[in-house]
């Protein structure tokens, strides 16, 4: 993997950091405790993969794509970080990512951006772009990424790779940069679901660390996916939301979706029509909650602990020091963020913005219970479009906000969602995801659905 990477990451640029001797270190060990005829401390033990730049690594910088932490070394390893070497895994190094996770093409890193394998004129999407283009162009066989509104399943969909968010809660956020604490959720990215399952148990787990993490056994998803190898969903119903189709979607997205609903019949499943009224105003509330939490976690970056500091030259206060520091620091999309999250949280626009945000987010965990008395699954196209074209929507931040329709809803209400290869499209040749939720706690239903389907 390390030349694969040499060969390649140059075109694609996937990866801000590799670390080659440390990942040689670890994959010797692991080689070592076999000769001496020990146990694999896991299944994926010596299996190298790469971690998205928003996990802290004691060893390696971790910048979450921005100058304000080009050159910053975190004093701890996350619990994915942690859990991953316990595992025996092998950390290749940090993916390339939007600034603090705040886009859907990697356009946004303040290093460059990520070019997807399958057309290097494209947008990988994001923000995991990074994660998912090492998994799709082989540098990694796996990769962890952060799906606080389809960080990884819209990048899964547009590289043809799989992705998973877990149940909100399921993997530990001890050590992952906060973008919105109560969206941000770490998961698998991987080439097939059975792989994604492997890593998705070592993740997963209760961590005393994290205040929202859930204590529950891990999901057997393991299982589940093995089940779902058999091919066989006779029993299951699967819904197909009626609010994400028509207008605003390619047709070759379209048309594969349609092809994957009669596989998923073909298979076994009964298919339903599901109506979720409240999805058609996710998006709007996303982007009022997500700048909301943003702004207020971004506060941190003061220049004073730590960071890039600008202007320190004993001539200037703090507040200047901070102000410069900031201004130079974040790029223009999280300013654009911290702005918006700003104004609706102040006061006397707050019950009107961030207030009738929170009901809609109400409203959608309602549509998903009651669809969820209705079937096992929920289903829908992972992406209205295909990779669309770097720098096609770079001054257009609205049209940039629509490639993480669909993905939105279950971030919004916790619950666990995959994004799963559906082929290719008829319009361009490019690869489409098929998008698989499941209610908070039945993660397993994803790996079922998506093992049966690849
Ligand atoms: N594209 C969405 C945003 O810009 C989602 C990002 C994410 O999931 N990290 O906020």
Redesign the pocket.
């Known amino acids: 993997h390390l030349d694969r990477i040499a060969e390649v990451d140059g075109a694609v640029h996937a990866f801000l950091h590799v670390d080659a001797e440390g990942a040689l270190a670890a994959a010797r060990l692991v080689d070592a405790t076999l000769a001496e005829g020990g146990d694999p401390v896991s299944p994926l033990a010596g299996v190298p993969l790469a971690l998205k730049d928003v996990f802290t690594t004691k060893d390696m910088p971790t910048t979450c794509g921005s100058k304000t932490l080009e050159h910053w070394l975190p004093p701890y390893d996350a619990t994915v970080t942690r859990r991953l070497r316990e595992a025996g895994m092998v950390v290749l190094g940090k993916t390339n990512m ?1 600034e603090f ?4 093409s990697t356009e946004n890193s303040a290093f460059g951006p990520t070019r997807n394998p399958w057309d290097l004129d494209r947008i990988p999407g ?2 995991g772009g990074g994660s998912s283009a090492s998994v799709a162009a082989f540098e990694a066989p796996l990769a962890i990424g ?6 990884i399943r ?1 990048p899964a969909a547009v590289t043809g790779t799989v992705g998973v968010k877990p149940t909100y809660g399921g993997v530990s956020r001890y050590g992952l940069v906060a ?1 919105s604490s109560s969206l941000d959720q770490g998961g698998p990215c991987a080439r097939t679901v059975l792989d994604a399952a492997l890593l998705h148990e070592i993740i997963a787990g209760h961590d005393p660390l994290d205040s929202t993490s859930i204590e529950r056994p891990v999901p057997a998803v393991v299982a589940a996916a093995r089940e779902g190898a058999k091919g066989d969903l006779s029993g299951m119903r699967i819904g197909v939301v009626a609010q994400f189709q028509g207008e605003g979607y390619q047709s070759g997205v379209l048309g594969s979706f349609e092809s994957a609903v009669a596989r998923l019949r073909e298979l076994g499943a009964e298919i339903v029509e599901v109506s979720c009224p409240s999805f058609d105003y996710a998006l709007s509330a996303y982007y009022l909650i ?1 700048p909301s939490e943003c702004s207020s976690n971004l506060a941190r970056f003061d220049a004073m602990r730590y960071g890039l500091r600008v202007g320190d030259d004993g001539t200037r206060s703090a507040e200047e020091v901070m102000s410069l520091s900031r201004e130079a620091g974040f790029g223009a999309e999280v300013k654009r963020r911290i702005m918006l999250g700003t104004y609706a949280l102040s006061s006397g626009y707050y019950d009107a913005y961030y207030g009738s945000a929170q009901k809609v987010r109400t409203l959608i965990a309602r549509d998903f219970a009651s669809a969820f008395e209705q079937v096992d699954v929920l289903v829908s196209p992972t992406t209205p479009t295909t990779a669309f074209r770097i720098g096609e929507r770079v001054d257009d931040p609205l049209a940039m ?1 629509l ?2 329709l669909c993905t939105i809803p279950a971030n919004l209400a916790g619950n666990a969602a995959m994004s799963v290869p559906s082929g290719l499209s008829d319009d361009d040749g490019l690869p489409v995801g098929l998008q698989v939720m499941a209610p908070a706690l039945a993660d397993e239903r994803l790996y079922r659905v998506g093992a049966a389907y690849e």
């Not at 952060?146 to 960080?151: F, N, V, W």
């Open positions: 939007d996770a705040m886009g859907s994001g923000s952060t799906d606080t509104g389809g960080s819209q973008f997500a906000y490639a993480d």
